[in-house]
């Protein structure tokens, strides 16, 4: 995945490069982050300590029963749940992590309904904060995201899905739940102003002389050497990049992954700019995931890092008042399982197999 993202995208899928990239990158193979769900289910983290919250009766096709203080409730059915598992499923890494382990499917299932459990909550408290999503703010959110990750042909976005397999409606209920989840933070913490003081820190520990990276992601050696001699002959990767990468969350940034560092990146990559950190173009190296065309670029000054570093710093602060809105939430709602599925966590907001 690449280290940089517009803010919140995340449901438009496609390959990602493996870094230490922040929580929701731009375009993931998996529309609400999969990598997010994935980490604790190979890590093994199975008790998350004692389970609280009540049974729904599963023949009423409920998953899950979220309630708020005034009696209101939503719910999670069956189907919202296997749909949204089945968007997931779909992605090879999550499919090769079941068939390797047994564990995994169970996980992953209970960590899908806890992320769709979150959303039922902010569903029902954005409306305390006059906070609303129409379809026609989705229509737009989702005109948005199709261009910025598909370009500007007016078939791309139903070529995506005829070819992805995805269901148009599971695609416009993630879009639905990202685009709520930013009205609500601008809602919680508008415009905050990352302090210079912190911005100057970021700078020195994240960007100062580290080179930068970008990189095309082909699927062959002989695609990558081709784009390897249209950059050398002058042609902008900024142009080559939304074009032709296989790494959507890097391309809608016209290739571009930010400052290197050792150990973000698969090590074929991480070799290859250790070898050649000073600026240029370097020879198309393979990974797992294909063949990457990088180039390196002189570090970053202050100046031009900083108004990147701000923006990530002011939606980390966002994203900090959002999780702890939610932890409230979860104490002053009720939330009932199909006992089938597990048992309800309201102090981690997870669900226990």
């Given at each position: ?98 068939a390797q382990d047994d564990g995994v499917a169970e996980r992953l ?59 148009e409606e599971e695609v416009r209920q993630q879009l639905a739940e ?176």
């Amino acid at each position: 995945m690449s280290p940089t993202r517009p803010r919140h995208r995340a449901p438009v899928p496609g390959p990602v490069l493996p870094t230490a990239a922040p929580r929701r990158p731009h375009l993931r193979p998996l529309l609400l982050g999969a990598g997010a769900l994935l980490v604790p289910v190979l890590a093994g983290c199975s008790a998350v300590g004692p389970a609280v919250g009540t049974a729904v009766d599963p023949a009423a096709g409920a998953a899950a029963r979220v309630g708020d203080p005034a009696g209101v409730h939503l719910v999670v059915t069956h189907e919202d749940l296997q749909r949204r598992l089945a968007t997931l499923e779909a992605d090879p890494d999550v499919a090769a992590a079941m068939a390797q382990d047994d564990g995994v499917a169970e996980r992953l299932a209970a960590d899908t309904l806890a992320q769709l459990v979150q959303a039922r909550l902010v569903d029902l408290a954005a409306a305390d904060l006059d906070v609303r999503v129409s379809e026609a703010d989705v229509d737009r959110h989702l005109d948005q995201v199709a261009a910025d990750a598909l370009g500007d042909d007016p078939d791309a976005w139903q070529t995506f899905l005829a070819s992805s397999g995805y269901k148009e409606e599971e695609v416009r209920q993630q879009l639905a739940e990202d685009h709520l989840r930013e009205r609500v933070e601008d809602a919680l913490l508008p415009a905050p102003r990352p302090d210079p003081a912190d911005v100057a820190r970021a700078y020195d520990e994240g960007w100062r002389d580290r080179p930068l990276v970008a990189h095309v992601l082909l699927a062959e050696q002989e695609q990558a050497e081709e784009v390897h001699a249209r950059l050398a002959g002058g042609e902008p990767m900024a142009e080559i990049a939304p074009a032709l990468s296989l790494d959507t969350a890097s391309a809608a940034q016209g290739g571009e992954l930010g400052p290197w560092t050792k150990g973000q990146y698969v090590a074929s990559f991480d070799e290859a700019v250790e070898r050649h950190p000073e600026p240029g173009l370097l020879d198309p190296v393979a990974s797992p995931f294909g063949w990457h065309v990088i180039e390196v670029s002189a570090p970053a000054s202050a100046e031009a890092a900083g108004p990147g570093i701000e923006a990530s710093l002011a939606e980390r602060a966002q994203d900090e008042a959002f999780d702890a809105w939610v932890t409230d939430l979860r104490d002053s709602h009720d939330v009932e399982l199909d006992p089938a599925l597990g048992r309800w966590d309201a102090a981690t907001g997870r669900v226990q197999p």
